[in-house]
Nanobody
Framework: VQLVESGGGLVQAGGSLRLSCTNS????????MGWFRQAPGKERQFVAAVAYDGGSIRYADSVKGRFTISRDHAKSTVYLQMSSLKPEDTAVYYC???????????WGQGTRVTVSS
């Protein structure tokens, strides 16, 4: 399995970004996908996850109403649409894969998001 993230960058507070993660595994549709983030000096934290069939979605309280996770099976890609970004959203964002939305245990290399105030 190879996870390749893209879409990070620098954005002003209140702005939007869309992260993408392509999963090279031919069994993409069989696994849950999600996003984590790690801010400087802090532990990695859960952001959002979507079940293999899109039927179950979870969000961290800190991003509910602002971030949207989705997946495109045809492109083997999961997205994280981030809106109303805040400086505290600044972090390296990691794509993750696993059996369920609660067992995401394999991560990509990450993409950096910086939100300026």
């Amino acid at each position: 399995v190879q996870l390749v993230e893209s879409g990070g960058g620098l954005v002003q507070a209140g702005g939007s970004l869309r992260l993408s993660c392509t999963n090279s595994a031919r069994t993409f549709s069989a696994y849950a996908m999600g996003w984590f983030r790690q801010a400087p000096g802090k532990e990695r934290q859960f952001v959002a996850a979507v079940a293999y069939d899109g039927g179950s979605i979870r969000y961290a309280d800190s991003v509910k109403g602002r971030f949207t996770i989705s997946r495109d099976h045809a492109k083997s890609t999961v997205y994280l649409q981030m809106s109303s970004l805040k400086p505290e959203d600044t972090a390296v964002y990691y794509c993750a894969v696993g059996g369920t939305t609660s067992t995401l245990n394999y991560w990509g290399q990450g993409t950096r998001v910086t939100v300026s105030s």
